[in-house]
């Protein structure tokens, strides 16, 4: 929790780090409070005719092919996309930490085994691998989808804390606790963890914006979150064959995703500045 305060301090002291997260924190209000307020994102304004409308007063981000509410959809899409990120993040990072702590920490043969397996995963291109898994069944569950997307995004990370864990290993305090008796396990988590959190902490966030653009390139394949569910790839793709008569379709959930990985990208510069000052 200290260190996660801290980062917040760190990300505030910026303009873009207070633009960025103020953003975020936005968003993150309006995916839990605005469907309250809003229509239901399922709901057809005009079962006879599904004319799309453009934005009105009633309606401010119009309507869709299938007269959906688009403001109400899109703020949908947002949790679904935060939610998918913020999960399948959470899972990529623990396995990568965890991974580059036990193979920075033991080295040795440990160490080669594991980084050339790490190697080897980073040469197959992550999008390439999720195709080939996506296309294959008709339809893949959300939660697969996230368990996917965590399991495939965690090589990088454990390269960085092996990094890190490599240098933090030789420094005195860590010595000093192995000298003092400490077991490996309260190295690792007390000594090593902490001080690995920095850039462990810069990497999640950089990788939220990374997520949200892979699901909604996924989804605009048809191969990310299924219909009806929105998500803000999928109602770019809802709208492609209307972009000249309706572009408002495609238009609103795409500047949703141009200004939430703008925003995850201004913390995560932020966040980077405020661990490494050198790289400012």
């Known amino acids: 929790m200290r260190a996660a305060a801290e980062a917040i301090r760190a990300v505030w002291r910026t303009p873009r780090g207070r633009a960025g997260l103020t953003f975020l924190v936005f968003l993150v209000l309006l995916g839990l409070v605005g469907?309250?307020?809003?229509?239901?994102?399922?709901?057809?304004?005009d079962l006879e005719g599904l004319a799309s409308v453009a934005p009105t007063m009633d309606h401010p981000f119009g309507t869709d092919q299938l007269s959906r509410d688009v403001l109400s959809r899109v703020v949908?899409?947002?949790r679904?996309?935060?939610?998918?990120?913020?999960?399948?993040?959470?899972l990529s990072v623990t396995l990568g930490a965890g991974v580059g702590l036990v193979a920075g920490y033991w080295g040795g043969l440990v160490d080669a085994v594991v980084m050339r397996f790490v190697d080897?995963?980073?040469?197959?291109p992550r999008l390439f691998l999720l195709l080939l898994v996506l296309a294959v069944p008709d339809r893949v569950p959300l939660v697969a989808l996230i368990l996917l997307i965590g399991t495939t995004g965690w090589f990088a990370t454990s390269r960085l804390v092996r990094a890190e864990v490599l240098r933090l290993r030789e420094e005195s305090f860590v010595r000093?606790?192995?000298?003092?008796?400490?077991?490996?396990?309260?190295?690792?988590?007390r000594h090593l963890l902490v001080n690995a959190a920095g850039p462990l902490l810069v990497a999640a966030t950089l990788g939220v914006g990374d997520v949200i653009l892979l699901e909604a390139g996924l989804s605009f394949l048809g191969l990310g979150v299924q219909p009806p569910t929105p998500s803000w790839g999928g109602m770019i793709l809802d709208g492609r064959p209307a972009l000249e008569a309706a572009p408002w379709i495609s238009i609103f959930p795409g500047v949703a995703i141009v200004l939430t990985v703008l925003a995850t990208n201004l913390v995560g510069?932020?966040?980077?500045?405020?661990?490494?000052?050198?790289?400012?």
């Open 269 to 280: 510069d932020a966040l980077r500045d405020a661990f490494d000052p050198r790289g400012a």
């Open 80 to 90: 679904i996309s935060l939610a998918v990120a913020g999960l399948a993040v959470g």
């Open 76 to 78: 949908t899409g947002a």
């Open 35 to 45: 469907p309250l307020f809003l229509p239901d994102p399922f709901r057809q304004f």
């Open 120 to 124: 080897g995963a980073l040469a197959v």
């Open 176 to 189: 000093a606790a192995e000298a003092l008796g400490a077991s490996r396990r309260r190295v690792i988590f």
